[in-house]
């Protein structure tokens, strides 16, 4: 059939020729490579399922915080966590960073809120105007580097940061298997061996020697269009509106050509991302060498000991000058 995936709820027109595997009600979607089809509600238990699997091989327990942008990621990962933390003896807690990008980041602080408030899960909110002293439009006028790459930097610091100083246990973001194939992709097409080599992982332990809290990626191995599926038959609101900046981002460029490769193969992103981390264990690369960074005290890879982001903050003094 070529497709791996096919919604049958919207206008499909194989609407009604495929039922679900475990009730026999007719089916929402249909996974062709597993030759599966799934009703709404057992297309949300094995969803959760999945989720619940990876909080357990990691033996996630304590206090989660959920980084969440507003984003169909995210607000699906928070919709799960928030329905399965009990069972799994977890405190789970929202963290959102309004970022100052206008109104679009008006409109994600918003929808995130009145999301928790509607699933009773505690939200921390840190604003950038207000607690670092600059919005990341502000930083990206004085810095000579692309937005995402300065958004990147300010929200990986501002999450461990967070985390650590309210003694949370592990962090969990939205990352997902698209996020992890294509910056494989990416750096396979712009010889990056650095990134390569070093990838990104489900899981990274805590460090608390070096002020480092533990991450995990619930949703490494799902797919944007499965994150979609779920908050659309779950109903968590979600911000539609993509971030202004990322438009010009490459990376997007890098996440179309999927579209048409998931067509050859519909498990090439999973085989990509396997094929990588087999390569890197049989390598037995050396890990990043991690320090403490001598101006805030959170871990940093550069060499100088000074971390990327009191790099950008300092850049942004001087350029008050
Ligand atoms: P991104 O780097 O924008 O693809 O986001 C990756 C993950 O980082 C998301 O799935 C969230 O878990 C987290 N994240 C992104 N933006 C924010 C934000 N403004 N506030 C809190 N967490 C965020
Ligand atoms: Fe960070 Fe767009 S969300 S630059
Ligand atoms: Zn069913
Ligand atoms: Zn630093």
Redesign the pocket.
Known sequence: MGLGWIRLDDGSNMRGRRKCRYCGKPAVVWLGYANLGLCAEHYVSCYENKIRRMLEKHRIRGMLMV???G?K??MALLGTIGRISESLDIDVFA???N?GIGEYSEV?EETVKRFCKDVRVPLIIYDCRKDLGFSIPDIVKRVQRPACSVC?IV?RWV?NKVAYENGFDFVA???NID?ASTYILKALMTNDIYSLVRGQEEFSESKPELRLVGRIRPQFYLSERENMLYVQLTNIPIVEDQCPYSRRATIHKYKRAWDVLLKINPIAQINIVRVMKKIRSMMAFPEPKLVQCSVCGFPTESEGGVCTFCRLMEMMKNSHN
């Open positions: 980084a969440v942008s984003g990621d995210s963290f959102h960073i970022l994600s990147g929200k999450i973001t939205g990352h996020d």
